[in-house]
């Protein structure tokens, strides 16, 4: 496994979608984890029927691109030799973690904010860069 593959990077994407799938599968049913939930990471987070509503939609959302992440995309990458679909897969990897990435770091910097809410912009961050330096 070569961690320096646009593959790697997306298959271990993946993975950390399930994680975050996980979590806000818990969160619908009122069930919050130390350092990774809502209620955790913004003490003033009140949990209610749509947030709660908006938290099963998103696990949906997650586990279906994760599936793709993890079971699809990168042995598609490995297998395939056409470099002008790898590359674009590439730029709509990196394209769709930067408006993500500038959403959560605004949510981190709003006044009450856990030192947690740190962790999901660093995750962000991190697969945004490590799909913009993967090799196709």
Known sequence: M???SLSTAVLFHGI???GYCLVFTLEAFGVSLPLLSLEAQHPNFMSTQYSQAAS?????ALLTFACY????????LSK???DVSRKKIKTIFVAYHIPWSVMITYLALFDGSSWTAWISVA??????I???????
């Open 2 to 4: 070569k961690f320096n």
């Open 69 to 76: 992440e993890i079971f699809f995309i990168p042995s598609y």
């Open 123 to 128: 995750v962000m961050y991190g697969f945004t």
């Open 56 to 60: 099963l939609f998103a696990a949906a």
């Open 130 to 136: 490590w799909g913009a330096v993967a090799k196709t």
């Open 80 to 82: 395939s030799n056409d």
């Open 16 to 18: 950390a979608a399930l």
